[in-house]
């Protein structure tokens, strides 16, 4: 079996090498047998260690010809997974998720209104424009509504947020709250403000409409005081991403 350290150390020693050769999502790492020379290592370590990043989603490995040990690009969904993680074992609640949110995503706002391609400015537009027609179908409601957070997050161009944003979402989703009526419709509103004013390229006024739309969240005390207080359970949360993954792999 391979030592723990060892494994760890060869982890670290791949993920250099892939950013020294300047490798990209998609691009094969070598060949084992090539790895296992240039290293001194043996096969068993060189596995954990590939096995090490699979499971932080820097690398996948695939079977079959032409298959070997693939450079991957972490899913926000491993994120979501980890932070809830994190939240359940330090009592985080909705209110800590909304709170980071209403932190992170104005000054996304402001950066997707400077940075946003015509095509993710007419993306985010059909999105609000959707979420506005579906404020009396809850469930195509919450999809569309977290939908048009992610195309903001990828109009921002800034790769952090562009991970960070989706996992908060998924967190969001999986305590299981309901938006009434009336907010789905404010929100919807909200939202046709914040995708013309990213269209606009006003970066102060998509990050005002921001603001205002995730912070009118504290309504919704008056038709569940203890919401907000509701814990993050990580089970639930990788619950909700496990079904996200299978429904989008088309296996469901």
Known sequence: MAQPKVAAEIARRLMREAAERGLEPGDHMGAESALIERYGVARGSLREAFRLLEAQGAVELRR???GGAVLARPR????ASFLAMTLQTGGGTLRTVLETRSTIEPAMAALAARRRTPEQAQAL???AEGLFDARHDS???HALNRRFHDLVAEA???LLIAAMLPALSWMSEAIGWELPPRVRK???TEKRGIAGAIDDGDSWGASQRMSRMIMGYEDLTS???GLLERPVAWADVDELLEKHLQEESGSV
């Open 125 to 127: 537009i059909e999105c």
């Open 156 to 158: 921002s161009g800034n």
């Open 76 to 79: 926000p969904t491993q994120l």
């Open 186 to 188: 404010r929100i919807a």
């Open 223 to 225: 038709v569940d005081s």
């Open 64 to 66: 079959g010809a032409g």
């Open 139 to 141: 469930a195509t409601f």
